[in-house]
């Protein structure tokens, strides 16, 4: 409109139209392609800035709410800052590839065999989470089953498994008859534990409010199970 376009200007303009619609070209056609050609370069442009870092960080802040334990969400945290991020924290998602992949996992997947496997298996994860939200297309790099079970040896077969020492079984009455000596709550919470067959955390975090005096049960709450359901446990006379 005037005064922002001039007469000159908008005869020029004019002129151009005319020549296009001479030439068998609708101006507004063309007008509506470049439009959508400018559209599509722009969106060209916002998936080559999602990088895997931020891939990540969206993935751990949609997911968190179902895993239970906050420590979950730091080993996940710090385990991609240590050994993705690296390689491919700045890098767009898009572009990750599986010679990016293994670059991360080669120097710790025989050594380190455990946190390697995590480490892909979160990989793979948040590139499956990427791809669903189409930030990205085609095969998962980070997937096992016919991708890298192809170039990395089997973790079972090279794993190194070490467990705790364990109490023989025909020594577990002496040993509770002098564990009922000690004094002390560690003491206590121990003779549960095994009396009980819980896992520490429940023990630790217990509260009386969970205790039921009059039918002698321990009642967890399905928020403090693992499984996610409330666990009820027959508690007998401590005599």
Known sequence: ?????????????????????????????????????????????RLLDITFDHCAEEYIAAKSPEWKNKKHIQQWENTLKTYASPVIGTLSVQHIELSHVLEILNPIWLTKTETATRVRNRMELIIDYSTALKYRSGENPARWRGNLDAVLPRPSKIMERKHHAA????????????????????????????????????????????????????????????SGKQHRIPLSDPS
């Open 1 to 45: 409109g005037y005064p922002g376009i001039s007469l000159a200007t908008a005869r020029l303009e004019r002129n151009k139209y005319r020549l296009q619609v001479k030439a068998g070209i609708d101006p507004l056609i063309t007008k509506q392609t470049n439009k959508a050609d400018q559209k599509a370069e722009e969106e060209k442009q």
């Open 167 to 226: 109490l023989p079984y025909d020594e577990i009455g002496p040993f509770m008859v002098e564990l009922s000596k000690a004094e002390g709550l560690a003491a206590k919470a121990l003779i549960l534990t095994i009396l009980t067959a819980t896992r520490t955390s429940e023990t630790l975090n217990a509260e009386w409010t969970e205790i039921n005096f009059d039918k002698f049960e321990w009642i967890i709450p399905k928020a403090r199970m693992k």
